[in-house]
């Protein structure tokens, strides 16, 4: 007795868990290099938050600054990965851009001031 086993399903192209390529990888360097630079301000923030926490300069008086700027920054990073993970990599870039750009002048200012030792009298 010989049974033929009929194809019910036909395969046309590749599985839907292949991994696919990544035709921006610039743009996914791009994201990481801005996410890591809004990373290390917000590492910042957060220490002299707990330093001010510490020794007293965080009080009721400018807690509700304290929380806003601490907001805002998780608000930017949280925001920044969720409209990656939806795909939204070009909106992701410019919302952490936001934070990004002034840290990277920041630190331009004071690279220079480190290596050109100016007189500030």
């Given at each position: ?32 290099s801005l996410y890591g630079v809004d990373a ?18 965080v009080s009721s008086f400018n ?59």
């Amino acid at each position: 007795m010989a049974v033929a086993v009929a194809r019910s399903a036909v395969v046309t192209g590749p599985p839907t868990c292949a991994p696919q390529p990544n035709h921006y990888p610039g743009r996914v360097k791009l994201f990481w290099s801005l996410y890591g630079v809004d990373a290390v301000i917000a590492l910042i923030v957060l220490y002299f938050f707990a330093a001010g926490l510490s020794d007293g300069s965080v009080s009721s008086f400018n807690i509700v600054l304290w929380l806003a700027i601490l907001g805002g920054l998780a608000a930017i990073l949280g925001g920044g990965l969720q409209l990656k993970s939806s795909g939204h990599r070009r909106l992701a870039t410019g919302v952490l851009l936001i934070l990004a750009v002034p840290g990277l002048l920041f630190g331009l200012f004071l690279l220079s001031v480190i290596i050109l030792q100016p007189r500030w009298n």
